[in-house]
């Protein structure tokens, strides 16, 4: 009696189960839509890269915010992050490499609970620009994507030195480590297919 009372129990389970369920979900996402306003959400061409990064970080336990730039947020727009609840990552996806740190001094002001993650396009294109992230007063962390092997050892030598630097991604259609024997960060591999 007492079996058939379980398995009584996990037929009606099972049944509930599958009658919340739903129907089947398609494949079609809300900015496969015509003239739907969301976008895509994995793909913004507004903003210079083929998509504003999503990143998650696997050993991050933390339940957060992040908010995220296209450009370097002012002083002001740092301040007022401050009220914003639980506040754990800001990320700039930038569309080029600021010249030198006059144009990084606001980062400075990033709220000191959060850590500041940086997408930078490319190689530095002066060792000016690579040492100037140096002198950023926050929890850096600084990804570079590039499309090809370093121009130089000099360009390699300017990665070396960038205490922020987390990691270099390399874009293309076979992974390489041809030029960045030298590197002293991780190296990982991108390929795009659209």
């Known amino acids: 009696m007492r079996r058939l009372t379980i398995a009584s129990a996990l037929a009606a389970g099972v049944m509930a189960g599958c009658m919340a369920a739903g129907p089947p979900l398609t494949a079609e996402s809300p900015g496969d839509t015509p003239g739907s306003r969301l976008g895509s959400p994995f793909s913004d ?9 999503l990143l998650i970080d696997r050993t991050d336990l933390r339940i ?3 908010v995220q730039f296209s450009r370097i947020p002012s002083a002001t727009e740092l301040y007022d992050l401050n009220l914003l609840p639980s506040l754990a990552h800001v990320v700039l996806a930038l569309p080029g490499w600021p010249a030198d740190y006059a144009a990084l001094e606001p980062l400075n002001r990033v709220p000191p609970e959060a850590d500041l993650i940086v997408v930078l396009p ?14 950023v007063n926050a929890r850096l962390r600084l990804v570079i994507i590039v499309n090809t092997p370093p121009p130089s050892i000099g360009a390699v030598a300017d990665l070396n030195a ?33």
């Not at 490319?122 to 002198?135: H, T």
């Open 45 to 53: 061409r507004r903003m210079g890269w083929p998509g504003m990064p």
């Open 162 to 194: 960038m205490r922020g630097l987390e990691r270099v991604i390399l874009d293309g259609d076979q992974p390489a480590r041809t030029g960045f024997e030298r590197l002293q960060r991780p190296l990982s591999y991108r390929k795009v297919i659209e």
């Open 64 to 66: 957060g915010t992040t």
């Open 122 to 135: 490319g190689y530095p294109p002066s060792r000016e620009a690579a040492e100037a992230w140096n002198l």
